[in-house]
């Protein structure tokens, strides 16, 4: 191939899948291992290590089921690498009180508040860009004022090759909100709640479950979380089939 | 004039474009000039007498050219720094004089000249010290004792024996580099595969020069149109070919229509020496901060203020939510 076809070859693939997707020599070739960001719960088990830069991930669940705050571990062990964390935020609804309860540090953090989903957009594809943050994370907000995950395709071509990870925060939107054949397709983890915590008549917390991100992982590769009062941090319980060889046992 | 030799050039008054104007003209004339302070130069000739001719002669030729420039300077040439720029602040506009001996030239001057706190001054008014020799005259371990190490300093300075250096840069030089492709090029991904070349080649003038680029100035020359400029402040300074191309990237993306671009010539605007950083041995994680920092602010000045933020705790224990965390615009 002569150089003007090998120029051609490379400005499409970068054009495709952006400018860090090509590399001379070994820098592309880094193990997995060095890029994942392990959270030291059964999340990672769920996820396969946990994310990894270059790869994008979804959270999907109903309102208040517990997404963000594993959303904030996932946070917390960007940090523990180093890196800084860049977390787009539209619906102007990040605690950042329940960011530190999960062991977020806020100066590590970088909230961008931006009010329309082009803004989000630029703003998770600079961030993806950037050499500065390991993780990038855009929390759609709720399904009735965030913006809509489909929005976001734009910024798939930045995350392949980018030194960050990026993470999805969405609403499950099955109830009348989502179009029925989206555009946009992430590797997703389903969040499911799984029962109600009650104490003397009234509902306390709750327990979910993560689903891997196949969408239909089986039982046992399913883990479990229980949120024991409200605004507290999520507790791990392990993996479902875990939890059923303890009882058996 | 042999031993340590300083040129000083003084313009009284002198606005910010007068001095920069005086700058750019002594930068023409001078090996290295050094910034006193608004209007005030300095330059260190020592050992430059077979290369630009003996300091008076220098000193001449400085005045025309400042002539010229529109400006007239006066000029002092002594053995220090300071004592250069005393004389030059006692020249008339348009002339030069020449010491060879500065305490000497010192001694007789009131103590106000010297770079001395009130209170200091009083002092040595009260011990019957009315002039920079009287100071000079007084033993310098007990100046020390008395007044600590700043007013030593002075002293040495008062002794016309204090070797301050003149701290000078270099005249920025021209990076520049050009390029012109036989086939128009129509694609935004194809010119940035294209200027990846010519990028390599800043890089590798940049560390020739121990530099880091601050600013960039990109040039496309286009088919049927106006050639195109765009500016581009690279934060934090970088010389890796992958940051200057990632920061032209993102300003050829905010440019819908490029048109059919044949040629490009990418310049150095401002550069700033290298630091560890740029090198790559120290510090990995302080480069990613200030590369996250960077971005943040490319994101404030894209989507204004107010978006692009950092929440702090203040009272964790507040009773009103609000009132527990507070948000400031990221700016470090």
Redo the contacts between chains.
């Keep these: 191939m002569g150089s003007t076809g090998l120029?051609?070859a490379?400005?499409?693939i970068?054009?495709r899948y952006g400018?860090h997707a090509l590399a001379r020599g070994g820098a592309s070739e880094r193990h997995r291992d060095e890029l994942a960001l392990p959270t030291g719960t059964s999340l990672d088990l769920v996820t396969g290590g946990g994310l990894a830069a270059g790869e994008p991930l979804a959270f999907v669940g109903p309102a208040s089921v517990g997404k963000l705050s594993l959303a904030f571990r996932v946070v917390a062990a960007a940090q523990r690498t180093?890196?800084?964390v860049?977390w787009i935020d539209p619906s102007a609804s990040?605690?950042?009180?329940a960011?530190?309860r999960s062991g977020v540090d806020?100066?590590r953090?970088?909230?961008?508040?931006?009010?329309s989903a082009g803004?989000a957009a630029?703003?998770a594809s600079?961030?993806l860009?950037?050499?500065?943050?390991?993780l990038v994370v855009v929390d759609t907000g709720p399904a009735f004022a965030g913006i809509g995950s489909d929005e976001l395709a734009p910024v798939l071509p930045s995350v392949r090759g980018s030194p960050a990870a990026l993470l999805v925060v969405s609403e499950d939107r099955r109830g009348g909100y989502a179009p029925s054949n989206p555009r946009l397709v992430l590797p997703t983890c389903t969040f499911e709640r799984v029962s109600w915590e009650r104490r003397f008549e009234r509902t306390v917390g709750w327990t979910f479950e993560v689903g891997g991100p196949r969408g239909h992982s089986p039982l046992d590769k399913r883990a479990l979380f229980a949120v024991p009062a409200l605004g507290a941090a999520a507790t791990d319980l392990g993996r479902r089939a875990g939890l059923a060889e303890a009882a058996a046992s | 004039m042999t031993g340590p030799v300083t040129l000083a050039v003084v313009a009284r008054d002198a606005s910010a474009p007068l001095h920069e104007r005086l700058l750019a003209t002594l930068r023409g004339a001078l090996p290295r000039v050094g910034v006193l302070a608004p209007g005030a130069f300095a330059c260190d000739l020592a050992g430059t007498d077979r290369l630009l001719g003996a300091p008076p002669v220098v000193a001449r030729r400085i005045l025309a050219r400042c002539e010229r420039a529109g400006a007239f300077v006066s000029i002092g040439i002594a053995p220090a720094p300071f004592v250069a720029r005393v004389l030059a602040e006692r020249t008339p506009p348009g002339e030069l004089r020449a010491v060879s001996d500065g305490q000497s030239y010192l001694a007789p001057l009131s103590l106000d000249t010297m770079p001395l706190e009130e209170k200091v001054r009083d002092e040595l008014a009260l011990l019957g010290l009315r002039t920079i020799g009287d100071f000079a005259a007084l033993p310098r371990a007990a100046v020390f004792d008395r007044f600590g190490s700043a007013v030593a300093r002075a002293h040495a300075l008062a002794r016309g024996e204090y070797g301050d250096l003149v701290r000078a840069d270099a005249p920025p030089r021209r990076i520049l580099v050009r390029r012109v492709w036989d086939d128009a090029i129509v694609s935004r991904e194809q010119l940035v595969f294209a200027l990846r070349g010519a990028v390599d080649e800043v890089e590798a003038l940049l560390a020739t020069d121990g530099l880091a680029a601050l600013r960039l100035d990109l040039r496309l020359v286009r088919e049927g149109a106006a050639p195109l400029r765009i500016d581009r402040t690279i934060l934090p300074p970088a010389r890796e070919s992958a940051a200057l191309l990632r920061s032209l990237r993102w300003a050829l993306e905010e440019r819908d229509d490029l048109g059919h671009v044949t040629g490009c010539a990418l310049g150095v605007v401002e550069a700033e020496p290298a630091r560890g950083r740029q090198i790559g041995l120290f510090a990995p994680d302080g480069a990613r901060w200030e590369e996250a920092i960077a971005t943040a602010r490319y994101l404030r000045a894209k989507l204004g203020e107010g978006v692009v933020l950092r929440p702090r705790v203040v009272d964790a224990e507040a009773r009103l939510p609000e009132r527990a965390t507070e948000w400031v615009e990221v700016t470090r």
């Design positions: 120029a051609r490379i400005a499409r970068e054009g400018m180093g890196g800084m860049a990040l605690d950042p009180l960011a530190v806020l100066e953090l970088v909230v961008v508040r931006a009010r803004a630029l703003a600079a961030s860009r950037s050499e500065g943050f390991r």
